[in-house]
T-cell receptor, first 111, second 115 residues
Framework: GESVGLHLPTLSVQEGDNSIINCAYSNSASDYFIWYKQESGKGPQFIIDIRSNMDKRQGQRVTVLLNKTVKHLSLQIAATQPGDSAVYFCAESSNDYKLSFGAGTTVTVRA | DAMVIQNPRYQVTQFGKPVTLSCSQTLNHNVMYWYQQKSSQAPKLLFHYYDKDFNNEADTPDNFQSRRPNTSFCFLDIRSPGLGDAAMYLC??????????????FGPGTRLTVL
């Protein structure tokens, strides 16, 4: 079946730098996208979401960009902090109350 | 605070011995989900309830069952755990309704070990 995937399994970033995490999706019917952060031993935590009628959405230190033409989603984290170290999952939904998760990117913040 | 609660946080069982994992929510959400997550992998949906309507994923083994006796509680029963069932089990909820896409709220998970 169609699924959501991430481009890179790991990302190492210097503290204070900006991070960009990428995600490609293949289901053209997807109309809702969401980013989760999962710390070790914990459940996924909501970061930000975006609907298909938008190209960009900003939160506190985070921005999600959606390019429907190339089916690409990205999460930008400004001024990355040690507490941002975690696994990040993108997920998509196509009007069925379910989320399909990508493989995840492990972000490590270097001091 | 409204939340999703999972008990126990850690569960150890023996090969073949039935085990039940519990989830409760104070969000009054219509939809409750159970996911299995193995190390370094994405959560995999096992099934979900929309109110009392049960929705099983096609590839969920029969060994996994679920019950939702009321809005607040949902249980995951593993009838005969195998070594391959050792994983983190995540419960999640969502509001449901219209539109059908909305945020899922996750509990902290139950780490299952099978000996």
């Amino acid at each position: 079946g169609e699924s959501v995937g991430l481009h890179l399994p790991t990302l190492s970033v210097q503290e204070g730098d900006n991070s960009i995490i990428n995600c490609a999706y293949s289901n053209s019917a997807s109309d809702y996208f969401i980013w989760y952060k999962q710390e070790s031993g914990k459940g996924p935590q909501f970061i930000i979401d975006i609907r298909s009628n938008m190209d960009k959405r900003q939160g506190q230190r985070v921005t999600v960009l959606l390019n429907k033409t190339v089916k690409h989603l990205s999460l930008q984290i400004a001024a990355t902090q040690p507490g941002d170290s975690a696994v990040y999952f993108c997920a998509e939904s196509s009007n069925d109350y379910k989320l399909s998760f990508g493989a995840g990117t492990t972000v490590t913040v270097r001091a | 605070d409204a939340m999703v609660i999972q008990n126990p946080r850690y569960q150890v069982t023996q090969f073949g011995k039935p085990v039940t994992l519990s989830c409760s929510q104070t969000l009054n959400h219509n939809v409750m989900y159970w996911y299995q997550q193995k190390s370094s992998q994405a959560p995999k949906l096992l099934f979900h309830y929309y109110d009392k309507d049960f929705n099983n994923e096609a590839d969920t083994p029969d060994n996994f069952q679920s019950r939702r006796p009321n809005t607040s509680f949902c249980f995951l029963d593993i009838r005969s755990p195998g070594l391959g069932d050792a994983a983190m089990y995540l419960c999640a909820t969502s509001r449901g309704g219209t539109p059908s896409y909305n945020e899922q709220f996750f509990g902290p998970g139950t780490r299952l070990t099978v000996l």
